[in-house]
């Protein structure tokens, strides 16, 4: 077993994006810069889409501008084409993240294109990646499940992580969308990644709508995985799946790791006073469970 994973802190993108409010420049900085004091290396802090689809994402430039030098710490920003990536590129990002799913009624109600439509936008940024230096990664969505469609084929979904690799994806991110996965279906996907080669290459994306985040990660992990997707305290959800819950809780994969004798990098104290950063911006507590306790004895 290995002694370390690496995890992708995605709370200032993914987590804040499904949030009814929208905070303020400074608030995210302020956010992105406790997460990297916790010791993230890997954080997801925004996207460059159109304001008016996700204004909780407005002005990603202006908060990266606002960051002080954050050595050692990769930034990534969502970009859905290539406008996006032009836009990225302009405020400085070295590294951008592209989306695509398995299931075709859930790519056009996220991306208003089918899969095939979205691999196009994906060839076109990634050859701007190329151009340019930038590092890509991947996501592909409803790997497991579909809040449309139900169930979905996980061999589809590693087949279009292999088409991702081989567009220069640096990692690929697997998406449990709607959080009703089980260990025995997070054995099979893992079981497909690894037999395509992939496990070195691949994070898991996992949400907690029905408490197995901690689980699925677990088995996965087992399963030869090394890289997780987490946020703060539980944020985020999916604005195209109704019902679903929160990404599995960073903390919760601290605690989950440290008791395995796994080292992640990160601090759990440090990442509980990043959650207050932004509970305290928010206005109220954070969905994470463990959260809620650990604020009163951190470690």
Known sequence: MSSSVRLCEVGPRDGLQNEPETLSVAQRA?????????????????????????????????????????????????????????AALAAGCKSVAVFTATSESFSRKNTNANVAESMQRIEQVAARCRSSGTQLRGYVSTVLHCPLEGRTDPARAVAIAERLRALGCAEISFG?????????????????????????????????????????????????????????????????????????????????????GVSTGVDLALQVRAGQVVAAALGRALPGRAWRALIQSPR
């Open 30 to 86: 302020a956010f992105i810069t406790a997460l990297a004091q916790a010791g993230h290396k890997h954080i997801e802090c925004g996207a460059f889409v159109r304001a008016a689809s996700i204004p909780q994402m407005a002005d990603t430039a202006a908060v990266l501008a606002a960051l002080p030098p954050l050595p050692g710490v990769a930034l990534t920003a969502l970009v859905p084409n290539l406008e996006g990536m032009e």
């Open 176 to 260: 449990e969308t709607t959080g009703k996965a089980t260990p025995a279906e997070v054995r099979v996907l893992c079981q497909l990644i690894q037999a395509a080669g992939l496990m070195d290459c691949s994070a898991l994306h996992f949400h907690d709508t029905f408490g197995m985040g901690i689980a699925n990660a677990l088995v996965a992990y087992e399963a030869g995985a090394r890289s997780f997707d987490s946020s703060a305290g539980g944020l985020g959800g999916c604005p195209n799946a109704p019902g679903a819950a929160g990404n599995v809780a960073t903390e919760d994969l601290l605690h989950l790791f440290a008791g395995l």
